[in-house]
């Protein structure tokens, strides 16, 4: 156990008994997780499994604030599998896209693009640093490296990202944070300034027959996802009427690249789960052919270095 500055980590603080006894003891320990706690919030990180935040915790109600479900612990290597049948649950990163698909362009064009992309199923590299826990990825298909320095101040959670084009070519790239919330709580979702959506709709309408005023307000069975057409100009507030809560996601407009509101409202119609997401996307669109296309997929040069950062803040209503 490690205390700094109010901030406690605790490695492996669930007990997982290792499938395979062959393992040996490095990998052992980075196949549990790790806990960050202050006196407003608990996170459990699992370095082996992508870097997932598997767990948020706000202790003004110990309410659990991101979707999860029962489930064991992944026996295989994830990589390169469909999203749906790995661990489907919390907080991934998606890059360099989130729907599979060839990539469009040189040097790595034809190239296959994992569904959500290469990060969440990666083994990473991971160590305590002030306060958190900072994890690298390493690309395999694609050159480059990025970095997540996640920590706590106070109510809020900070991650500072750092990408890496390793590669003497520019690199088209669309990056997710793909948070799955959950839905035990009736919720709703606020924007401080009209959100036009890439549909042609504005938030909170979803299609013709349904609009987001409260998530258990919609019918079962359903999902919907949607895209700003602008870049992110306000924060995104997840309220909570019943718990009297909310969560505040914000991304650093003063960061590169430019990002844009990625929101997923899951009723049942995937995977039969119920949740949702308003996640910061650097691209309209899931596929990375398809952000080429319209112009609004993030780029790293040949060899350079590109940062952004999110802070989720939690508070009262």
Same mark, same amino acid.
């Given at each position: 156990?490690?205390?700094?500055?109010?901030?406690?980590?605790?490695?492996?603080?669930?007990?997982?008994?290792?499938?395979?006894?062959?393992?040996?003891?490095?990998?052992?320990?980075?196949?549990?997780?790790?806990?960050?706690?202050?006196?407003?919030?608990?996170?459990?990180?699992?370095?082996?499994?992508?870097?997932?935040?598997?767990?948020?915790?706000?202790?003004?109600?110990?309410?659990?604030?991101?979707?999860?479900?029962?489930?064991?612990?992944?026996?295989?290597?994830?990589?390169?599998?469909?999203?749906?049948?790995?661990?489907?649950?919390?907080?991934?990163?998606?890059?360099?896209?989130?729907?599979?698909?060839?990539?469009?362009?040189?040097?790595?064009?034809?190239?296959?693009?994992?569904?959500?992309?290469?990060?969440?199923?990666?083994?990473?590299?991971?160590?305590?640093?002030?306060?958190?826990?900072?994890?690298?990825?390493?690309? $395999? #298909?694609?050159?480059?490296?990025? !970095?997540?320095?996640?920590?706590? *101040?106070?109510? @809020?959670?900070?991650?500072?990202?750092? =990408?890496?084009?390793?590669?003497?070519?520019?690199?088209?790239?669309?990056?997710?944070?793909?948070?799955?919330?959950?839905?035990?709580?009736?919720?709703?979702?606020?924007?401080?300034?009209? $959100? #036009?959506?890439?549909?042609?709709? !504005?938030?909170?309408?979803?299609? *013709?027959?349904? @609009?987001?005023?409260?998530?258990?307000? =919609?019918?079962?069975?359903?999902?919907?996802?949607?895209?700003?057409?602008?870049?992110?100009?306000?924060?995104?507030?997840?309220?909570?009427?019943?718990?009297?809560?909310?969560?505040?996601?914000?991304?650093?407009?003063?960061?590169?690249?430019?990002?844009?509101?990625?929101?997923?409202?899951?009723?049942?119609?995937?995977?039969?789960?119920?949740?949702?997401?308003?996640?910061?996307?650097?691209?309209?669109?899931?596929?990375?052919?398809?952000?080429?296309?319209?112009?609004?997929?993030?780029?790293?040069?040949?060899?350079?270095?590109?940062?952004?950062?999110?802070?989720?803040?939690?508070?009262?209503?």
């Amino acid at each position: 156990m490690t205390r700094k500055r109010g901030v406690t980590l605790l490695r492996g603080s669930r007990h997982i008994q290792p499938r395979n006894k062959r393992v040996d003891g490095l990998q052992s320990v980075m196949s549990q997780p790790v806990t960050i706690e202050n006196d407003y919030l608990r996170l459990d990180v699992w370095p082996q499994f992508g870097g997932k935040v598997s767990s948020i915790i706000d202790k003004a109600d110990n309410h659990e604030l991101l979707f999860s479900y029962a489930s064991e612990l992944p026996s295989r290597c994830q990589y390169g599998m469909a999203y749906s049948e790995g661990w489907k649950a919390g907080w991934d990163e998606c890059f360099p896209a989130i729907a599979p698909g060839a990539y469009p362009l040189h040097p790595y064009e034809g190239i296959a693009i994992p569904d959500h992309g290469e990060l969440w199923a990666l083994p990473t590299t991971a160590v305590p640093t002030r306060d958190g826990i900072t994890t690298v990825w390493h690309g $395999l #298909r694609f050159g480059y490296r990025m !970095t997540r320095k996640l920590y706590l *101040e106070d109510s @809020a959670v900070i991650a500072e990202y750092t =990408l890496i084009n390793l590669a003497p070519f520019d690199l088209r790239f669309c990056w997710s944070q793909q948070m799955l919330l959950s839905v035990v709580s009736p919720v709703k979702i606020d924007f401080a300034n009209p $959100l #036009r959506l890439r549909d042609g709709n !504005t938030w909170p309408v979803l299609d *013709e027959q349904n @609009a987001f005023e409260q998530f258990d307000r =919609l019918p079962d069975g359903c999902h919907w996802k949607v895209h700003s057409d602008a870049p992110i100009s306000c924060p995104a507030t997840i309220r909570y009427p019943d718990r009297k809560r909310s969560l505040t996601i914000e991304y650093d407009r003063d960061s590169l690249p430019t990002a844009y509101w990625n929101i997923l409202i899951n009723t049942g119609g995937w995977e039969g789960q119920r949740n949702l997401s308003v996640m910061p996307a650097t691209a309209r669109a899931d596929h990375l052919h398809a952000a080429v296309e319209d112009e609004s997929a993030a780029s790293i040069v040949a060899s350079g270095r590109s940062t952004w950062r999110t802070v989720l803040r939690t508070g009262h209503i």
